[in-house]
């Protein structure tokens, strides 16, 4: 090889490896470089407005009732007495607490559980199988959302009613088994996040179906699962509307009993306010605990190949 060949291609490899670092350097820059101030402004804003209802409800629920009916905000920092509402809270005499938090833990663990569990069977059915009349069964468990809940109240409680199951936990757990938003949110994950490839090797192995939703789609559906299950406790733990038609003052959950916090002629709003955070309290731990790990997982699902 003559000397101006061998020049050219010294040139050239260094020419290429020049390029490939500079592309480096964008792609570190880019990577590296740090939101401007215009998006911090407006998170800043948006963790405001966020925090602000908590905020107050602490306020109200460290002040006196005169204090609170004198001034909209009493005091600007919560004080010790938030402690001493909480435990008029749980020692109230007209409520059961300790019986209300046993039914709310209860009825969002196994609710949760039941809607992971079989929105992930839908979905994975819907994303990844082949059947007769997959897309119309779709279609209708999605229009299903579209329906408001207030119109199923009497069907639903005539049934319960019938079942003898008015007062008890089955009939605030049994309507809530499956969600129609579950479904569909499991089958658009799983639409991606699983190829078909992996499912044909299970079959080729010898694997029967529920093997490979166990084996494989439910693995690989986890950070999906985890934010469907995450919600649908907060919604189960927070929910008034059915359980206060259904339950009765002697087997309440904790929404039923902030609600008999002002159930007397005079409405002490520093109490209510200490059950209400008292009630929420829980969810907050969880969040603490959780959501590190839950968004997490979520990105690690959302990243490809």
Do not use: C, H
């Not at 938030?82 to 300790?98: G, H, K, P, S």
């Not at 999605?142 to 008890?168: C, F, H, N, R």
């Amino acid at each position: 090889m003559s000397s101006v060949a061998v020049t050219a291609q010294t040139a050239g490899e260094g020419a290429a490896k020049a390029a490939l670092r500079r592309r480096e350097r964008t792609s570190v820059g880019s990577t590296n470089r740090r939101a401007g101030w215009i998006v911090y402004a407006l998170l800043g804003i948006t963790l405001l407005i966020s925090v602000f209802p908590l905020y107050f409800t602490l306020l109200l629920g460290s002040s006196e009732p005169i204090a609170i009916s004198q001034s909209p905000v009493p005091q600007w920092l919560p004080d010790s007495s938030l402690f001493t509402q909480f435990r008029t809270v749980i020692e109230a005499t007209q409520i059961n607490f300790w019986l209300a938090l046993t039914n709310s833990v209860i009825i969002a663990v196994i609710v949760s559980a039941a809607v992971v569990l079989f929105s992930t069977l839908a979905g994975f059915s819907f994303a990844k199988l082949r059947f007769r009349g997959r897309g119309p069964l779709l279609v209708f468990v999605i229009a299903t959302m579209a329906v408001p809940t207030q119109l199923g109240v009497i069907p639903m409680y005539i049934l319960m009613s019938e079942l003898d199951w008015i007062g008890k936990l089955q009939a605030v757990i049994v309507p809530s088994l499956v969600a129609a938003f579950g479904v569909f949110w499991m089958t658009q994950y799983l639409s991606e996040a699983l190829p078909y490839e992996l499912i044909e090797a299970a079959r080729v192995d010898g694997a029967s179906m529920i093997r490979t939703f166990w084996s494989i789609a439910l693995p690989a559906a986890r950070p999906a699962a985890a934010m469907l299950g995450l919600f649908t406790f907060v919604q189960q733990w927070t929910n008034f509307f059915w359980p206060s038609i259904v339950l009765s003052s002697e087997n309440p959950t904790l929404p039923l009993v902030v609600k008999s916090l002002q159930a007397n002629y005079f409405v002490d709003y520093s109490l209510v306010m200490g059950g209400v955070f008292l009630v929420t309290l829980p969810l907050l731990v969880i969040f603490a605990f959780v959501g590190k790990q839950l968004v997490a997982g979520i990105m690690q699902g959302a990243v490809k190949g």
